[in-house]
């Protein structure tokens, strides 16, 4: 499942492709895959005459030029190039669509992008792309070090949840990191009208006492000690897990959120895990590995690319 044989690597021509690109040599020292792309998508434009006119390289497939400027970034910045084969491709039209469809096309199972803290750009694109793409992504800021000493995974007792545990347990078997889970949990609706700190702290209690429980039985599902790794637990008043598992990632220096996606259908519609699309935002800066059921999203996508 986590044989990473294909890494993408999306390029945006900005600044944050040198990150991109020196992060890349770490996942490929680390993974060992037999091939990395280095993806860039040019929107559909036409060159007005009088721009050729006033300079003549332009004739050249627009394509063609931006090629020869990724290649020249990417001989210069990525250096894990042995038994690696390297491609570099430039397509045009949808930035997502084009994602997404190459992800699908070649089986792409781990996709690198980037989400800006200080170089321009909103992150729409990579919103839209980890809602619908069928490959696992990692986000990381311009700020990210290319290191993986402590995974906090997302807990939360779903078959996503061990999906995302038993990537952490690989990484741990490639890079010795530390793995942790964390659960957030809500207190019932229906308990609010009864709310006061003596029954708020033995509800907490109860819920606390009854995550254990939960986790204990997930553990013992998968086959693992429990006692192995920690799980600790927060409550979430203000329906925000997104904040409060990045606020737990920053108070025990983990260097890497991962998350199982959740994802459903309902009356055609694509639901994704908000708290997925949150942890994404450029603000936190943390890496985010988002896992993804590869088979469950193609079915989605089947309908969306038929």
Do not use: W
């Not at 039985?217 to 329906?239: G, Q, R, V, W, Y």
């Amino acid at each position: 499942m986590y044989q990473f044989d294909h890494i993408l690597i999306c390029l945006d021509l900005s600044e944050m492709d040198d990150s991109l690109i020196r992060y890349s040599n770490f996942l490929v020292e680390k993974f060992k895959p037999n091939k990395v792309t280095f993806l860039h998508v040019i929107k559909l434009y036409e060159i007005p005459p009088e721009m050729i006119a006033a300079f003549p390289q332009l004739d050249q497939p627009l394509s063609e030029i931006v090629e020869e400027e990724l290649r020249e970034k990417i001989e210069s910045l990525f250096i894990q190039k042995n038994e690696t084969e390297i491609n570099v491709q430039v397509l045009e039209g949808s930035t997502t669509d084009n994602i997404v469809r190459y992800t699908r096309e070649n089986n792409i199972t781990f996709t690198l992008m980037g989400k800006k803290i200080g170089y321009e750009g909103r992150g729409g694109v990579v919103r839209k792309v980890i809602n619908i793409t069928p490959s696992s992504v990692l986000l990381i800021s311009e700020t990210a070090q290319p290191r993986i000493k402590h995974v906090m995974v997302r807990m939360d007792f779903s078959k996503m949840s061990s999906l995302a545990l038993k990537m952490a347990l690989h990484l741990h078997e490639i890079t010795g990191a530390k793995v942790t889970c964390h659960h957030v949990y809500k207190l019932p609706l229906k308990y609010f009208p009864q709310s006061s700190p003596e029954n708020d702290k033995k509800l907490m209690e109860h819920i606390e006492k009854h995550s254990r429980k939960e986790y204990q039985k997930f553990m013992k599902k998968l086959e693992l000690d429990p006692k192995k790794i920690e799980c600790s637990t927060s409550l979430d008043p203000e329906n925000d897990e997104a904040h409060i598992l990045y606020k737990q990632a920053l108070t025990i220096a983990a260097d890497m959120i991962i998350i199982g996606s959740k994802i459903k259908s309902e009356l055609a519609d694509i639901i994704i895990d908000s708290t997925s699309e949150k942890l994404a935002s450029a603000e936190k800066n943390i890496p985010v590995l988002i896992i993804k059921d590869r088979k469950q999203t193609i079915g989605f996508l089947k309908a969306l690319f038929k």
